[in-house]
């Protein structure tokens, strides 16, 4: 994808699709919101749970919308908690590493990187099991 990456696009995505989130618990409305290689702007926010590791992040709602509208792999994401800049957490990482890679950029702090950087030791996509009968 050679598209230049508007970041203000995307934090405004993530900003306004945070409103939606469902955070009755922590009250840390999250929205995230993505480039996919074929141009696309897709978003996600979180959804609590009583049980706080049943939690859905923002980035999983990224995810998922990127498999419902066709696929493709995630160039940049942008991921806001009420109206700052987040950085993903460390589960969300791995799961943008195998839907973005190495290269995918975050934004942290205003300043793009590379999920690398983030995530310096991430479990390679080619080291996970694959069932050869899920075919």
Known sequence: MTKSIDWTLLRNAALAVAKNAYAPYSKFRVGAAA??????????????????????????????????SGGGRLVAICTVGNDEAVTPCGRCRQLLWEH?????????????????????VAFPEESVFVNPKAD
Request: proline content about 4%; glycine content about 12%.
């Open 100 to 120: 973005g890679g190495a290269n995918m950029l975050l934004e942290v702090n205003g300043v793009p990187r590379k999920l690398s950087e983030m995530l310096p």
């Open 35 to 68: 480039l996919v290689d074929d141009g696309r702007i897709i978003t996600g926010c979180n959804v609590e749970n009583a049980s706080y590791g049943m939690t859905l992040c923002a980035e999983c709602g990224v995810v998922s919308e990127l498999a419902r």
